[in-house]
């Protein structure tokens, strides 16, 4: 059963957990999808229904962020770690590498899916890059079938919150990949374009801190975090509002 965050429904697993139900699905016929909502993508989900339903419909929701775990915590129903996206996703390469596996990179500026595959290549050996495109086109169909054509049992979709949520679920029918993910801005990182924060600041889940300390024009998208802080605080007064009238 998912766990209710401002509507977003998360799947309460650890990493290990995600990374196991990641090889069940690519064992099984269709193409699934995980998402990893932050809490600026669930309060995307507030006011885009397409997007929420999209969210809701993936095989697998990860919580992708700290906020998220203090948000399930404030509430009372506590999940049991962070699970973010980009290191789910080298977990998975990783267990893919040694069944050679073969990996699709979409998403990002013409150029940088290349370098990611090529690098990504290099970290893991016996896994195989498929196939890339750059997030730029407006046609769906021929990147479609490049995919197709390309046999991939995963597809990286990285085309930002939430048209990466949406394209996967319009598009799952089309496509015979395995398993998708949609990871917004891994590719740049898993390029070496973007610097992930040193490891210190992410046990101390301070790396948005970091982010925005090195990208100040970030700051529209951090203020999204005290105000999902509120939402979920006024959700949880409201349930305990509503207890305390039953009883």
């Not at 893919?96 to 899916?113: N, T």
């Not at 398993?179 to 992930?196: E, F, I, P, Q």
Request: contains cysteine; glycine residues 12%.
């Amino acid at each position: 059963m998912r766990t209710d965050v401002l509507g977003v429904g998360f799947d309460p697993v650890t990493m290990d957990e995600a990374v196991e139900r990641a090889m069940a699905l690519m064992d099984r016929p269709g193409a699934d999808y995980v998402v990893t909502p932050n809490p600026e993508i669930v309060m995307i989900c507030g006011e885009d229904s397409a997007a929420a339903e999209a969210v809701a419909d993936a095989s697998l929701v990860l919580p992708d962020g700290i906020g998220v775990i203090y948000g399930a915590r404030i509430l009372g129903r506590p999940l049991p770690e962070k699970v973010t996206g980009a290191d789910f996703a080298l977990r998975v390469f990783a267990r893919m590498a040694g069944e050679g596996r073969r990996l699709y990179l979409l998403g990002a500026k013409p150029g940088v899916a290349q370098t990611a595959g090529e690098r990504l290549a290099r970290q893991f050996p016996g896994l195989v890059i498929a196939g890339c495109h750059d997030g730029y086109f407006s046609d769906d169909g021929p990147v479609i079938d490049g995919i197709n054509a390309a046999g991939a049992d995963f597809l990286l979709v990285c085309l930002g919150a939430p048209k990466q949520e949406k394209w996967m679920r319009a598009n799952r029918d089309r496509l015979n990949v395995r398993l998708m993910a949609g990871l917004g801005g891994s590719l740049d990182v898993y390029a070496g374009a973007v610097r992930r924060a040193p490891e210190v600041w992410q046990r101390l889940n301070l790396e948005w801190l970091y982010r925005l300390i090195r990208e100040p024009r970030r700051i529209g998208r951090v203020m999204k975090l005290p105000e999902f802080l509120v939402c979920v605080i006024g959700q949880r007064a409201r349930e305990l509002f509503a207890r305390l009238g039953k009883e």
